[in-house]
């Protein structure tokens, strides 16, 4: 792939932890990039690294070698509030567990990123309305996430993520609370939101099923990212 199709690429990344006086190798010089419009299986068993990979290609933790180039800028050497800032701006993050915010509505958690983000309230309202719609639970706009199922949690969850418009899409098993049918449904709507937007995804799953209907799969091994 030209480094130039890349909407996020992963250089020579690693990530260590220290635990007294061992070192943990978790990322051992990642080599990755997602296009523009791709949807990536991450499928690797528990402890591998998976979320150290989402955390740090998504500008939550910092490599500790290497770099991630976000849309042709290479961020390890940000600054923290410049990386929040792209952040904010270029990336989804979707987590096993929702994140949404008791207290608001659904609509209100989608408004949240765009108004921290500077957006008018009125159009931030208009395209949460138009997300929820999207992920088709556009009458449960005025519930809070209690009174929703876990599907529709995830819906939210997921719409919340793009709601500013994000280059790339991470997701840590994004279905892995739901039961099977309810996974393929709330998958089957992330997917038509990643063709309809044109960003790229990476989503880590322990579900084949999916996985197979992603556009490739990857595993880590040795903590490098290697085609499955
Ligand atoms: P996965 O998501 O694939 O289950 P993780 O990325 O969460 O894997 O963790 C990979 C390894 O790194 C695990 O062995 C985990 O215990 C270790 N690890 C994760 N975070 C820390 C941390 N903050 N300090 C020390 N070890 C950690
Ligand atoms: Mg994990």
Redesign the pocket.
């Given at each position: 792939m030209a480094a130039s199709d890349a909407v996020i690429e992963l250089k020579g990344v690693e990530r260590h932890?220290?635990?007294g006086s061992d070192k943990?190798t978790?990322l051992s010089g990642v080599d990755f990039s997602l296009r523009r419009g791709e949807i990536v299986a991450l499928v690797?068993?528990?402890?591998?690294?998976?979320?150290?990979?989402?955390?740090t290609a998504g500008l939550l933790e910092r490599p500790d070698a290497g770099d991630v180039i976000l849309a042709g800028r290479a961020c390890g050497r940000l600054s923290d509030d410049q990386r929040t800032s792209i952040r904010r701006n270029d990336v989804g993050f979707v987590y096993q567990f929702h994140h949404l915010l008791p207290e608001f509505s659904a609509l209100e958690n989608l408004m949240m990123p765009q108004l921290i983000r500077g957006l008018p309230r009125e159009e931030a309202a208009k395209r949460a309305a138009q997300l929820l719609d999207y992920m088709q639970i556009g009458k449960r706009g005025h519930h809070r996430p209690a009174e929703l199922s876990g599907g529709e949690q995830q819906r939210v969850a997921i719409a919340r993520a793009v709601a500013n418009a994000p280059l790339v899409l991470l997701a840590?098993e994004p279905t892995g609370n739901l039961d099977p049918v309810t996974a393929s449904y709330v998958f089957e709507a992330l997917e038509a939101l990643v063709r309809q937007s044109g960003l790229a995804a990476l989503i880590?799953t322990h579900n084949h099923e999916l996985a197979a209907r992603m556009d490739r799969r990857v595993t880590?091994a040795d903590g490098k990212v290697v085609p499955l």
């Open positions: 932890y220290v635990q943990l978790i690797a068993p528990s402890g591998t690294g998976k979320s150290t990979l989402l955390h840590d880590a880590l």
